[in-house]
């Protein structure tokens, strides 16, 4: 390896092996895709280019109802999420910041829980949750709602309260110098200047409540309470046709469309600075 | 006229960190006070105190005879400039600058005006629209000042404005910022540990240590006469040489450095025994080694620095001691060499000549926790 020696030579390897990477992981999500417009009903035999998974007449997006039903729903628990998880988050940031008392760093510690425990393992403490301690919420949407706030609320929280440690105590102390009174301080300066990261993280939390599958399974209850992923996971053995591309492509292009949108918003906001950041945050 | 800041006992723990240790200082409407002190004397915490972002441990801060200690910042009628300026990224030039206007009644035509006044104080007429991250140090700076300023406070306060900018446009700025300060006559509380800015720009100038006023003055009276050791060392080189005080002369102080006898005019003149006596490097004159008279010590040259507008030389005297002498650079080639090893003798003149009173608490006093100060009989 040349470029180990020669700091002045291309890494050629391992230039080689980002390629190869990439074209690993995108290939099938691209096969995915691409059969999504095939016009027969075939997923792995390619049978001329056609639109009719997502808008024909028979079976596809727009007119199966089970199809469709999912990514309504799909759709409904990510809008809920995100309006419930993201102010929450951002309000407990800020209240774990200014608790420097006792116990602020166990509550820190805690706070990522949720994040490092296993899907499957809060699914099913949920479920006992819903079923036992909480019987009169039941299974269904509002359960579901609160499983995915649950574990989305820390990846709000972490982001948030990055950026507030970066911003520190200083623009607040020249607003109070200026006059402004608390309220002020938070509403005038501290959240433009969090704007960044809470647009950042309701895009995340967007995009994870979507992609969700264990939590979402667990807690749901009829038809009515399937997503995308769930109908994904339930049919994919069944008889699937490309249709369940479509469905499976559209899901993807509201995440990507939900991130990119996040990203350059929030680019605009940062000033580019630690754009990079969000980007490598992307799940 | 509005802008008198008395402090009385003011102390700051943080826990066990006694940061400020009861200080008592007045500064009159008007003054640019400056306080001056090493890294981690209290200088920044006494300015957090007076602009209400840290609240006392104990004591007063009275401003214009109200005791404001409790008052929270934002009710303060004093401002403040960050060292780091604290601009809101988020708002442009003019949007800084409006920032506190909005809590006077004000109309938007006139908040306008004022925005448009203090810029054009400050030099930066037509930069309303940019944003901070496009403006350079010094402009910066220029907002910070501006933003604070346009709220007319009785009291500005300046923690290090000018300690992220280079040395030029520092000395352009000292001298803006002084004039500026003159014009408006609003009191400056200044906290820098830059010395020749403390004196190029103050009323007056307070000494800190250890979370003290060590000493309080006229620029002129902290550089010439100094009270103690710290305060004289702080202030620029100082020379100081171990002598004994053995009597007095004409109410001038007779000290013994080996065979020679000095007199000395300035400082503690009536004390006695062994002690510290002090001249500035740039009192001290050079001559012809064996030059006669009094006062005069006999040394050699170790070495001569250039500085462009001085030279100082180190000349090793009688005693071991090493005393830095500045010479002004006058142009024409001096009447003698200064090569390393040059004997020459020192004139040290007794109206520069200061005997100092032994510092109460040497620096890293660590023999044996002695702290018994030198005996002043
Ligand atoms: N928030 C704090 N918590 C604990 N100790 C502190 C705090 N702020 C300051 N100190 C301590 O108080 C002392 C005085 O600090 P201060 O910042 O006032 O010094 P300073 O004179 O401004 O120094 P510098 O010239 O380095 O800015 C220091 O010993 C510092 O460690
Ligand atoms: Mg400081």
């Known amino acids: 390896m040349s470029w180990l020696r020669n700091p002045w030579g291309r890494p050629r390897v391992l230039g080689l092996m980002t390629v190869l990477y990439i074209l690993w992981s995108v290939t099938p999500v691209a096969i995915a895709i691409l059969f999504a417009f095939n016009n027969g009903r075939s997923r792995t035999t390619w049978q001329g280019f056609s639109f009719k998974w997502f808008t024909g007449s028979v079976g596809s997006v727009f007119h199966d109802p089970a199809l469709q039903g999912a990514l309504k729903h799909t759709l409904l628990l990510a809008a809920i999420c995100v309006a419930l998880a993201t102010p929450l988050g951002v309000s407990l940031a800020l209240g774990l910041q200014r608790w420097r008392g006792r116990g602020g760093g166990t509550v820190n510690t805690l706070m990522l829980f949720p994040l490092v425990t296993p899907e499957i393992v809060m699914g099913v403490a949920l479920l006992l949750l819903f079923l036992r301690v909480f019987p009169g919420i039941g299974l269904g949407t509002e359960a579901q709602v609160i499983g995915q706030v649950t574990f989305t609320l820390s990846y709000v929280v972490v982001m948030v309260r990055a950026r507030l440690v970066s911003i520190g105590r200083e623009y607040e102390e020249a607003a109070a110098d200026l006059g402004a009174p608390p309220r002020d301080q938070l509403f005038r300066v501290l959240l433009p200047l969090l704007a960044p990261a809470i647009i950042a993280s309701a895009a995340i939390t967007f995009a994870l409540s979507i992609d969700d599958f264990v939590v979402t399974q667990y807690l749901s209850s009829d038809a009515s309470t399937t997503t995308v992923s769930m109908l994904l996971y339930s049919s994919a053995r069944g008889a699937p046709t490309p249709a369940l591309n479509a469905i499976a492509t559209v899901a993807l292009l509201i995440t990507l469309a939900t991130l990119a949108l996040a990203f350059l918003v929030y680019r605009r906001f940062a000033g580019g600075r630690d754009a990079t950041a969000v980007a490598a945050l992307e799940v | ?377």
């Open chain 2, 1 to 377: 006229m509005q802008g008198e800041v008395r402090l009385e006992e003011l102390t700051k723990k943080f826990g066990d960190v006694v940061a400020v240790d009861g200080i008592d200082v007045q500064m009159p409407p008007g003054e640019f006070f400056t306080m001056l002190g090493p890294s981690g004397c209290g200088k920044t915490t006494t300015l957090r105190m007076i602009a209400g972002f840290e609240r006392p441990t104990a004591g007063r801060i009275l401003l214009d005879e109200t005791d404001v200690a409790q008052v929270p910042a934002h009710r303060r009628n004093v401002n403040t400039v960050f060292q780091s300026y604290a601009l809101f990224p988020h708002l442009d030039v003019a949007g800084n600058v409006a920032f506190g206007l909005k809590y006077r009644r004000l109309t938007k035509q006139e908040q306008r005006l004022q925005v448009k006044e203090v810029l054009e104080l400050v030099q930066l007429a037509g930069f309303e629209r940019r944003k901070a991250s496009q403006l350079s140090g010094g402009q910066q700076q220029r907002v910070a000042l501006a933003r604070a300023l346009v709220l007319a406070p009785r009291v500005l306060l300046l923690d290090e404005p000018l300690g992220a900018l280079d040395a030029r446009l520092r000395r352009d700025l000292q001298v803006e910022l002084k004039a500026l300060q003159r014009d408006i006559g609003v009191t400056f509380v200044f906290v820098t540990h830059d010395q020749e800015e403390a004196l190029t720009m103050s009323d007056r100038v307070a000494v800190m240590r250890d979370g003290r006023v060590e000493q309080a003055g006229s620029p002129r009276e902290v550089y010439e006469e100094p009270r103690t050791m710290f305060v004289a060392d702080f202030l620029g080189v100082s020379n100081l040489l171990e002598v004994d005080a053995v009597g007095e002369e004409h109410s001038r102080c007779v000290l013994r450095l080996g065979d020679r006898t000095f007199l000395a005019e300035q400082g503690e003149t009536d004390a006695r025994g062994k002690l510290k006596a002090m001249i500035r490097p740039e009192r001290i004159g050079v001559e012809p080694h064996g030059a006669p008279g009094d006062n005069r010590l006999p040394g050699m040259v170790e070495r001569a620095v250039f500085l462009g507008g001085s030279y100082e030389i180190h000349v090793r005297v009688l005693g071991g001691e090493m005393l830095k002498v500045a010479m002004t650079n006058e142009g024409n080639p001096l009447t003698f060499g200064l090569e390393q090893g040059t004997p020459v003798t020192l004139y040290l003149p007794p109206d520069a000549l200061r005997v100092l009173r032994p510092d109460p608490e040497p620096d890293a006093g660590d023999e044996e926790g002695q702290t018994a100060p030198a005996a002043v009989a």
